[in-house]
């Protein structure tokens, strides 16, 4: 598989078969995304993986967790900003409405789109969690730089015949999370990913997703 196939066969996998991934696979992964650059080379990230009975204690500590629903408000780091403007708005609802018709949930059935979320936390079936642990003390940059090592992992994953999906979502739980994974003083864990086989019947895997033009995304000077 090339690197240009990588990046486009990826998709967020949200629907996975419980066939387990090997921690050689996992190993494997992680020594190549090492490579992965970071300003000044700082290589400021740590991976948590969690599989078998340690996953299964990650999905019981969200279901007997009450998240405080101030929390969202008072996190210092937030998934979105408030009240976010055009055209990110529209791009963001468009994903959900794609996502919901997929899932034939109808756009009232809030219920049923809740259940479908809480199903982040049971990593969408995957047999395998990635935590991306970054220092708090640390700035903007750094995020950034994690961002690179995340979607490597991704990618070599996918190199693998492995899916993957991002989670922010795990962003909910931080405090809980930190707490089991006896983290530092300093650290949190910025974001989740669910690894496993797909289950490409499911059209969940499959709909399209759209991405903004080349000349939306680039401009081209001096050529
Ligand atoms: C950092 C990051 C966090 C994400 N968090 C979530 C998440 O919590 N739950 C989810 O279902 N998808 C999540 N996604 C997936 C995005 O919705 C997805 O990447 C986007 O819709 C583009 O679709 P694609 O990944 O299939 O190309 C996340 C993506 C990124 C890059």
Redesign the pocket.
Known sequence: MTVSEAVRN???I?NFLPDPVSVEVLRDVFDAARWAPSGSNIQAWRIIAVTGTERDAVIRMTLETQPDPARGASDPYPIYPPNLWEPLRTRRFA?AEDMYRALEIPREDKPARLRHITR?FEFFGAPVGLFFVIDRRLVHGQWAHL?ML?QTVALLLEERGLGT??????AAFRPELARMFALGDNELAY?GMAVGHPDRSRPVNRFA?NRISIDELAEFRGF
């Open positions: 990826r998709r967020s949200r994903l982040n961002g995340i999906c991002m989670q922010e979502a795990w974001c997703r």
